[in-house]
């Protein structure tokens, strides 16, 4: 019968064995750089978590930005509309300016129609400083673009084409046509000799 505690009396617990104290400095080894390489990971993290924050935050700022930006142009859009309102109010105006002149021209009324007919010059250059262009066109040739034919007339000592009156101008605010202006035009049995892209009739 084996007697174990004399079995086990013959083995050194306490001395420690080479191999294993070799075995025991390597895993200390790596744990030391598993350690080392944790604790840089953990910085990179820290800076990554700082750019993110930073990233949020531009993120944001242009976020408002954006939100700002919708806004103005909203505001922009109602200034617009309210500035072509005030134009055609303008228009409607001038429409009544207009009628004098025409009447002026048509009666002859010496230096009044000649003043009115002056007032008539100086409101159109003034509405091109506005951005406004008054559309009339006597004694040139019919554009449908622009024109709007109202009558019909035969001349014969005009071209066909050419618009003989303008009855009521047309006006564009700025490139946006407001209305055409409203002519009688020159139609001879001779045919159309102008463009008959823009001729209209």
């Not at 228009?91 to 010496?110: F, H, I, M, P, W």
């Not at 009339?136 to 673009?145: A, I, Q, V, Y």
């Amino acid at each position: 019968m084996i007697d174990f505690r004399k079995e086990l009396s013959k083995f050194d617990f306490v001395t420690v064995d080479a191999e294993f104290a070799r075995c025991y400095n390597e895993a200390a080894q790596v744990i030391e750089v598993f350690n080392s390489t944790l604790k840089r990971i953990g910085k990179e993290l820290n800076n990554t978590n700082l750019q993110l924050e930073e990233v949020l935050s531009q993120y944001l700022e242009e976020k408002e930005k954006d939100k700002y930006i919708a806004e103005m142009k909203k505001t922009i859009t109602v200034y617009e509309e309210e500035k072509l309102s005030l134009v055609q109010g303008l228009v409607a105006t001038l429409d009544q300016l207009e009628d004098l002149y025409r009447y002026s021209l048509k009666n002859k009324l010496g230096s009044w129609a000649e003043q009115m007919q002056l007032l008539w010059k100086n409101t159109s250059a003034n509405l091109l400083l506005l951005g406004i262009t008054r559309i009339d066109g006597e004694n040139t040739l019919f554009d449908s673009r622009i024109h709007s034919i109202v009558q019909v007339k035969e001349d014969k000592n005009y071209l066909n084409g050419v618009i003989l009156e303008v009855l009521r101008s047309g006006y564009m605010y700025q490139s946006r046509l407001l209305r055409k202006a409203q002519v009688i035009v020159n139609k001879t049995n001779g045919g159309y000799e102008g463009n008959e892209q823009n001729s209209g009739y």
